[in-house]
């Protein structure tokens, strides 16, 4: 069984020699962060992902979750203990406002942490990010009287939160959910109606739990225009309030978390937002809980190359191709082997460049709320939407081949439960599926964020991409240079294509969408290893005394350009062959 140790140096890299965030931050007003800060946080966090939470993981899986007994959750053995910790130490109010009890801390910084949480314990790290997900929906849209009665509570972590949208008939489409909110004279409202799969709906971790539930009010009109975002607790003043928790689901993976089958039978609530306005204040969390689920995606794309770098250094097998390297002992170890090799660089290529999209993204989030002129908040608005539905999906649609890839390097003993490898594998595939789907994303950013924005969201990124390629980079990266500038010119042109058809035919437009998130992605990714490889190779000949690492670097750039990249054609070829291709289709022609 592996144990997580936190990517300090990577994290280190990533923040001050790659986005200079120290700098960036200082330019909003945040000269207060800087690097001693972010280091000595990022210390701390690692000290109790790595020392409390990492044990935790396996044991959560193993124990067979949480149970149900007599309408109570109880948590994995440990799970209870740590979730103190992680209040009494502070982590739970980290990030949030210091207006309403928050540390106030950049998304930037806190997100690292948030990393390495995801990685150590992916199931109980859910709890405490839905909580500050609650959090920020209630702080920006609650009224005085709700924010002080319930968010003190919440920020400090005492009390935590959910988000009650799914039904039994109504997943992704939500304009047909069910669940009732009748009006009181007193200004509450009686909450009718079940929701299914409710994160952390119900458990022994926290005092209260505040729901946050989508409803429609009587005179609501039809589909998603007509939902209203309501706060319904768990407890009101200490006792029951007609929420409870009618059965526990069992699934593939993150088996610590408890996914819920709420009931809401009159439970007393009050509206967040305005009436029938439900869906816009869950856009506000949206980014957050989006780019949240993009980084569990990343943790356990890490933590799973971990393992595969400590088995392939450890695990004997044949001999290396050109002849033993290790006479002294029965057989090599499997890191001679170039599959192998090719295994664990698509890892470290996919999760370290993807590392840098992720954090990228979230260093935007601080400039759209912080920067001093409007232009630059808006550009970065801009950009945050355009890549929110990207690192959501391409992270996790690789967490899932990054821990596939992890299994196969360990043969047998990735299979079977020893080392716990299998579990990162299994609970890497829900993060494709909650928090919108990635199909429902790829359709988010080709229709809302893409052609919404008649392309000027692509244009913006674009000329940030070519800002770089004009820079000052070294001869030896003209190729990859070359590479990505082709690549930007096949983009623009791709969105061109795309929009012209969808224009004429809706279908022409979900039919090109997955491929072109991808595409998107696999562009990004380029982008972001030429970036660390500049960095990388300035160091390298700046003298440092760290030069495995920043070589490192310069074999996964390379890697990364040579043998991962070339699935960006793929997909721009699938982007661009059009619907007609995947016809509607009678049962029958599929069934053979
Ligand atoms: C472990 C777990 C935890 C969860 N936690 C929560 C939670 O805390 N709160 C909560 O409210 N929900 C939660 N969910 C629910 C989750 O968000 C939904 O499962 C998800 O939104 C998909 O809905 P669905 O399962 O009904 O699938 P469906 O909507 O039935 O989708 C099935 C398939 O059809 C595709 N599809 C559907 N509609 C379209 C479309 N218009 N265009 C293209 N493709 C489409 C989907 O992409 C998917 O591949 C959780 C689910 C699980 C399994």
């Known amino acids: 069984m592996y144990e997580y140790?936190?990517?300090?140096?990577?994290?280190?890299?990533?923040?001050?020699?790659?986005?200079?965030?120290?700098?960036v931050l200082?330019?909003?007003?945040?000269?207060?962060?800087?690097?001693?800060?972010?280091?000595?946080?990022?210390?701390?966090?690692?000290?109790?992902?790595?020392?409390?939470l990492s044990p935790l993981n396996w044991q959560g899986d193993w124990h067979g979750g949480p149970r149900l007994e007599n309408g109570r959750v109880s948590t994995p053995p440990g799970f209870r203990e740590a979730y103190r910790q992680f209040c009494t130490d502070g982590w739970a109010g980290m990030a949030a406002d210091p207006a309403i009890g928050g540390q106030g801390l950049p998304d930037v910084a806190y997100i690292a942490?948030?990393?390495?949480l995801c990685a150590s314990a992916m199931a109980w790290r859910m709890c405490s990010g839905l909580s500050e997900g609650a959090v920020l929906a209630l702080s920006r849209h609650g009224s005085a009287e709700l924010q002080a009665r319930f968010l003190g509570r919440m920020v400090t972590g005492e009390w935590t939160g959910t988000m009650c949208l799914t039904e039994p008939h109504s997943g992704t489409d939500l304009?047909?959910?069910?669940?009732?909110?009748?009006?009181?004279?007193?200004?509450?409202?009686?909450?009718?109606?079940?929701?299914?799969?409710?994160?952390?709906?119900?458990h022994d971790m926290a005092d209260n739990i505040v729901h946050l539930v989508l409803a429609k009010l009587p005179d609501a009109p039809s589909g998603t225009r007509g939902i209203s975002l309501f706060l319904v607790p768990k407890l009101l003043d200490g006792r029951p309030n007609g929420v409870s928790c009618a059965s526990l689901e069992h699934k593939l993976g993150i088996h610590g978390s408890p996914t819920c089958v709420m009931n809401f039978e009159g439970a007393q609530g009050w509206l967040v937002g305005?009436?029938?306005g439900g869906l816009a204040c869950m856009f506000t969390m949206m980014n957050h809980a989006r780019l949240g689920v993009g980084l569990q995606g990343l943790g356990l794309s890490e933590r799973a190359l971990q393992a595969s770098i400590a088995f392939a250094y450890e695990r004997l097998q044949g001999r290396a191709p050109r002849g033993a390297l290790e006479r002294d002992k029965m057989a090599d170890p499997i890191i001679v082997h170039p599959d192998v090799r090719r295994m664990i660089l698509t890892q470290k290529a996919m999760t370290e460049g993807q590392r840098l999209l992720c954090f990228y993204a979230y260093l935007l989030i601080d400039v759209e709320q912080h920067a001093p002129d409007e232009g630059t908040r808006k550009r970065a608005a801009e950009l945050v939407a355009l890549l929110v539905p990207i690192v959501k999906s391409f992270l996790t649609d690789w967490a899932v081949e990054n821990t596939a890839l992890a299994v196969q390097v360990h043969g047998g003993a990735g299979y079977v439960r020893d080392t716990g490898v299998e579990q990162y594998y299994r609970d890497a595939k829900i993060a494709c599926i909650y928090e919108g789907t990635n199909g429902i994303q790829a359709l988010?950013?080709?229709?809302?964020?893409?052609?919404?924005?008649?392309?000027q969201s692509v244009k913006t990124m674009i000329d940030e991409i070519a800002a770089l390629l004009k820079s000052d980079l070294p001869a030896d990266f003209a190729p990859w240079a070359q590479r990505l500038q082709g690549l930007l010119a096949q983009w623009a042109e791709l969105t061109k294509t795309v929009a012209e058809r969808s224009a004429k035919d809706p279908e022409?437009?979900?039919?090109?969408?997955t491929d072109y998130l991808n595409f998107c992605g696999y562009v990004l990714v380029a982008w972001c290893w030429l970036r660390m490889a500049r960095v990388a190779k300035r160091a390298l000949e700046a003298g440092s005394g760290e030069r495995a690492f920043y070589e490192g670097k310069l074999v996964a750039a390379r890697f990364y350009f040579e043998r991962v990249l070339p699935r960006a054609d793929a997909h721009a070829a699938g982007a661009r062959a059009g619907a007609a291709g995947i016809p509607m289709l009678q049962r029958e022609q599929l069934e053979a």
């Not at 300090?8 to 001050?16: A, E, K, N």
């Not at 945040?30 to 020392?51: C, K, P, Q, Y």
């Not at 047909?176 to 299914?196: C, L, N, V, W, Y």
Request: charged share 30%; net charge negative; aromatic share 6%.
């Open 5 to 23: 140790r936190a990517p300090r140096r990577d994290i280190r890299f990533v923040l001050h020699e790659v986005l200079e965030v120290e700098k």
């Open 26 to 52: 200082a330019a909003g007003g945040r000269e207060d962060v800087n690097r001693e800060l972010i280091d000595s946080i990022l210390d701390e966090g690692a000290r109790f992902a790595e020392n409390v």
């Open 113 to 116: 942490v948030g990393e390495m």
């Open 175 to 202: 304009g047909i959910m069910r669940t009732k909110a009748e009006p009181q004279a007193d200004g509450s409202f009686r909450i009718t109606g079940t929701k299914i799969y409710i994160s952390w709906g119900e």
């Open 274 to 276: 305005q009436p029938n």
């Open 444 to 455: 988010d950013l080709l229709g809302r964020k893409v052609l919404g924005t008649a392309g």
């Open 508 to 513: 022409e437009l979900a039919a090109a969408a």
